[in-house]
């Protein structure tokens, strides 16, 4: 039961060349939310987050390559690759990888991701690809995976290169509880699971470093 679960749901996601929706995408429609304001935008994403209904074909949001989406891809296919030893599941990972060391969001200290859709909360407008803690963190961990499988020298250069980011680019909130890493580099905040993966990027590039 459980193979043919993962068949079929890896037979999908193989069909539909791994684009998809994302529940936070309503930013990509024709609508001007930009030009409104952050709290019409930062409405709108939670109605759509929660709506039962796929209108998105309505509304002109198309399904779209998420890089978070592709380091879990590169995660999964790396571990089958090394549990299996099929030359398919490698194939799939090297495709990852390439278009993740390809595709990061340019202009910052080091390697690093973002969302495909612009998202909005009270504060701020972020538009896409802006790259955040989050993104790169589940982007390290397919790389990570990646390189215990592969032993890719240039996968370990771009872990390393990423933690660069986080420390020199992500704001650090610093008091006596200890250090909180921001979301993205545009505000300081205080984000547990985000702190946590740049934290998590920061060990694994310790463990990789010389």
């Known amino acids: 039961m459980i193979e043919q679960s993962f068949e079929k749901l890896r037979d ?17 429609s024709w609508m001007p939310f930009k030009y409104l304001g ?6 709108a994403t939670q109605i759509q987050k929660r709506n039962p209904i ?24 790396s ?20 278009w993740l060391f390809e595709n990061y969001s340019k ?7 973002g969302y495909n ?3 909005a909360n009270p504060k701020h407008f972020y538009d896409s690809y802006t790259p955040s803690s989050v993104v790169t963190g589940f982007v390290c961990k397919g790389i ?10 240039q996968a370990k250069k771009v872990i390393i290169s990423a933690s660069e980011f986080v420390l020199k680019n992500i704001p650090v909130s610093n008091d006596s509880n200890g250090i909180c890493f921001s979301y993205t580099p545009m505000e300081r905040d205080l984000c547990c699971n985000a702190s946590l993966l740049a934290a998590e990027i920061l060990a694994k590039a310790y463990v990789l470093c010389p």
Do not use: H, M, V
């Open 12 to 28: 999908y996601i193989e069909s539909e060349k791994f684009k998809g929706y994302d529940p936070y995408d309503i930013l990509t």
């Open 54 to 77: 796929n209108i998105r074909p309505l509304l002109g949001i198309k399904k779209g390559i998420n890089p978070k989406a592709f380091g879990l891809f590169l995660q999964s296919y």
């Open 38 to 43: 952050k709290w019409p935008s930062a409405i």
């Open 144 to 153: 990570y995976e990646y390189w215990r499988a592969t032993n890719d020298e």
């Open 79 to 98: 571990l089958l690759y090394k549990k299996t030893g099929k030359k398919e599941y490698l194939d799939k990972a090297d495709y990852f990888f390439s």
């Open 107 to 113: 202009g910052y200290s080091g390697y690093c991701w």
């Open 117 to 119: 859709f612009p998202w």
